[in-house]
């Protein structure tokens, strides 16, 4: 944690890593001379050693303003403490190494080499005259391979950098297209189903209209013609809700809420059937098993369930009903059995049984509907049910 707290805070704080990195380089510089070093420094540090240390700890601490010419100053003082001294300072190479390298981070390639190899080749020739007396020094071409390979680092990270953040906007900007699609997508398909669903709603309700009007003024002097007239309206109701019901399912998703309803569950099962009673389906309702509470979902679910399929036995069958409630050790199964009236409602149609599918889907369980050639149409449930354990 605390670590991470370091990392967090070190990041919004660049200067201060950057002194960080800076103090921790001059004190390795200083150790390394104070230590000897195997026998290549005095182990005294000099005023030249002290120097050297300065410009150390300021190119390193200040790598991150104008990089350029940072590095060019750092060189600068390195060559003229090489040819006022006569002796090299690893520690001035180290940050030699770190200012190239934030350099070519902050630069793009083209610049990053042109002055790194300038810089490289300078430095090389004061080296190679300094410590030979020749242009042609072996010792002096470490100073190509560092100042390269700190180039050569720096780009490569830089790279990744732009490419990363590359990647990053495509995406987002993929992202922010795909959106934008769809939400015109979205509002050309709700232009259109409204302009439909006017031009269908419209019509059968005008026709409905011209109708009852009719039936109202023939109702008393020619019954028949009436009872005509009521046929009509009857067709018209029942197309405008086929199209209805159509228009609906091109707007039905599977993630629909219930709305502000208050959450129900079985429970109120007695309340639902009551007022199925009041409208004219007798329900015969059997229980197997003791009752108890279900887990929320499956409670609503079962709930749910219960009342579509009675709803289209009520709708579709003769009037009466056959429901079975059974509580099992982990599960509660659920069947609703009735006669369809002339068959007007077919085995797995409609979007009353996909919502009872989903319903039991939802809960973890499954749903099976069969109608029988007899007539008989069944709604078979089985919804997962642990039983609950008592809170302490």
Not at 11 to 16: F, G
Not at 207 to 214: E, K, L, R, S
Not at 230 to 237: N, T
Request: hydrophobic share 45%.
């Amino acid at each position: 944690m605390a670590a991470l707290a370091t990392r967090r805070w070190t990041s919004r704080h660049p200067l201060a890593r950057d002194i960080l990195l800076a103090c921790v380089v001059v004190t390795f510089g200083a150790a390394g001379e104070l230590s000897g070093m195997r026998g290549e420094t005095d182990g005294v540090l000099t005023t030249r050693d002290v120097v050297a240390l300065l410009v150390a700890l300021l190119a390193v601490a200040a790598r991150r303003y104008h990089p350029p010419l940072n590095l060019a100053a750092t060189a600068v003082a390195s060559t003229v403490l090489v040819v006022a001294t006569g002796v090299e300072q690893p520690v001035l190479f180290v940050a030699l190494g770190i200012v190239t390298f934030t350099m070519a981070l902050r630069t793009d390639r083209r610049s990053a080499l042109a002055l790194a190899g300038s810089l490289a080749a300078c430095l090389y020739t004061v080296d190679a005259f300094v410590s030979t007396g020749s242009p042609w020094s072996p010792e002096s071409l470490g100073l190509f391979a560092w100042i390269g390979m700190a180039t050569a680092a720096g780009d490569a990270v830089r790279s990744r950098r732009a490419y990363i953040a590359e990647v990053e906007e495509r995406a987002r900007c993929a992202e922010r297209t795909r959106d934008e699609e769809a939400a015109r997508r979205v509002v050309q398909e709700r232009v259109r189903i409204a302009r439909e669903l006017h031009d269908v709603v419209a019509h059968h309700i005008a026709v409905i209209n011209v109708q009852a009007g009719a039936a109202s003024h023939v109702l008393d002097r020619h019954p028949e013609q009436a009872g005509r007239a009521l046929a009509h309206i009857r067709d018209a109701c029942e197309t405008v809700l086929g199209e209805l019901s159509s228009i609906v399912g091109v707007l039905r998703q599977s993630d629909d809420q219930d709305g502000t309803e208050p959450v129900r569950g079985l429970a109120r099962l007695t309340d639902m059937l009551d007022a199925l009673a009041a409208a004219g389906l007798v329900v015969e309702r059997e229980q197997i098993g003791h009752a108890r509470p279900l887990p929320a979902v499956v409670d609503l679910a079962a709930y749910r369930i219960l009342q579509e399929a009675l709803t289209n036995a009520h709708r579709y069958g003769t009037g009466t009903a056959r429901l079975t409630i059974t509580y099992a050790v982990e599960k509660i199964t659920l069947d609703i059995v009735n006669f369809i009236a002339d068959g007007r409602a077919p085995a797995g149609s409609g979007y009353g049984i996909l919502g009872m599918r989903e319903r039991a889907a939802t809960a973890g369980g499954n749903l099976d509907v069969r109608a029988g050639p007899d007539g008989r149409f069944t709604v078979h449930a089985e919804l997962p049910a642990p039983t609950l354990k008592a809170a302490l």
